[in-house]
């Protein structure tokens, strides 16, 4: 009977590793959003407005746990890497990654800029979507939404509607 006991516990222990480690990999392997602005140093976080300002476009702050996060990588999957979300980012977006990743190595000065805009904008958990205006007004907030780009598409509308 412990042996039983023993072999369930490990075979549900093998399959929740195998789980974790789908979303991970599955994360890493999408490519980027082709109108993405991702930070890899903290001058690009200012660089973000000041290309939001030149083309008239807002900000989204895409705070993520990347490699890690399953509703961050269902976010970026089923969201951002959809045709329909690019195409409106392009007119309307400049995307900015704050990345939390467990895996992906970030230098010191990244990781530091990164929990200061996340202390900046309150964020508490991931996935979490801030949409900022030029001057980095806060418009709104977000988060992952079933039903595709639309519902995501739809809801950034509302929170820019006025901007």
Not at 10 to 28: E, K, Q, R, V, Y
Request: proline content about 4%; hydrophobic content about 40%.
């Amino acid at each position: 009977m412990k042996m039983l006991n023993v072999l369930v516990v490990s075979a549900i222990a093998a399959i929740a590793i195998s789980c974790s480690h789908g979303f991970a990999l599955s994360g890493d392997a999408s490519p980027p959003i082709e109108a993405q602005f991702q930070i890899e140093n903290p001058s690009d976080y200012d660089a973000a407005f000041a290309k939001a300002k030149e083309e008239g476009k807002l900000v989204l702050l895409d705070f993520t746990g990347s490699d890690w996060c399953p509703w961050c990588i269902k976010l970026e999957n089923e969201i951002f890497q959809t045709d329909e979300f690019k195409a409106y980012a392009k007119q309307n977006l400049v995307l900015v990654k704050v990345d939390f990743p467990r895996r992906k190595a970030q230098s010191e000065g990244l990781k530091a800029k990164n929990r200061e805009l996340m202390r900046k904008y309150d964020v508490e958990g991931f996935p979490t979507v801030v949409v900022l205006n030029s001057e980095a007004e806060g418009l709104g907030r977000l988060g992952y939404m079933r039903n595709g780009p639309e519902t995501f598409i739809t809801a950034l509308k509302s929170l820019t509607k006025g901007s």
